[in-house]
């Protein structure tokens, strides 16, 4: 973690049946490893496949509150394009990263889905930067499954150096949370992401 970051803030949103909360606990163990205050929080949605899910995660030196402040995030992960805007509340303009999966699923009894130009437009007024990845069709070109795609996500993350957390705790957090038959696709997917080009 870097000497003068007093904590990190990570706010993670999706769908059920995402992984967000595979995401939350590999995140939570890596920082652990790092012998880092962490708390995390899971919302609403966890009951329902498709319905919405946002998960909090802060580590740091000394962390209190489970959930991340208003403008206080440093990192969002959007696991559906749509979903991100959800999360916009918690970005800090100065600093926040938004990570977007190019992934849409349709909204129930919406007229029609915002396109990504539009959803990128949105974003600008709360951040300026924001990474938009082919994450679920970069998974299933490689591996035949997108049900990998967070952790091709968290691989860019630990790649980019967006996310303060050694690689090799990441990696190691992987191999208890995940089950051992999926952990090599999962190491796969996570190393395939340093080859990615901006």
Do not use: W
């Not at 049946?17 to 949605?45: C, F, M, P, R, Y």
């Amino acid at each position: 973690m870097a000497k003068n970051l007093e904590d990190f803030n990570i706010v993670i949103v999706g769908i059920g049946g995402q992984g967000l909360i595979t995401l939350l606990k590999i995140i939570n163990k890596a920082a652990q490893k790092e012998n880092l205050d962490l708390v995390s929080s899971e919302l609403h949605g966890l009951a329902q496949r498709g319905g919405s899910v946002e998960v909090h995660i802060r580590f740091g030196k000394e962390i209190y509150s489970p959930l991340v402040k208003q403008g206080g995030a440093d990192l969002i992960i959007s696991l559906e394009s749509q979903e991100t805007l959800r999360a916009c509340y918690y970005a800090s303009k100065e600093k926040a990263v938004f990570l977007i999966n190019k992934f849409f699923s349709p909204i129930i009894g919406a007229e029609k889905n915002l396109s990504f130009e539009e959803i990128s437009q949105n974003l600008q007024k709360f951040s300026k930067k924001t990474i938009f990845v082919d994450a679920s069709e970069i998974c299933k070109k490689e591996f035949g499954t997108d049900v990998i795609s967070g952790i091709y996500l968290l691989g860019l993350t630990s790649a980019q150096k967006i996310l303060p957390l050694k690689e090799s705790s990441l990696v190691e957090a992987i191999k208890e949370i995940v089950p051992e038959k999926f952990f090599e696709l999962n190491l796969k997917a996570f190393n395939l992401a340093k080859s990615y080009q901006f």
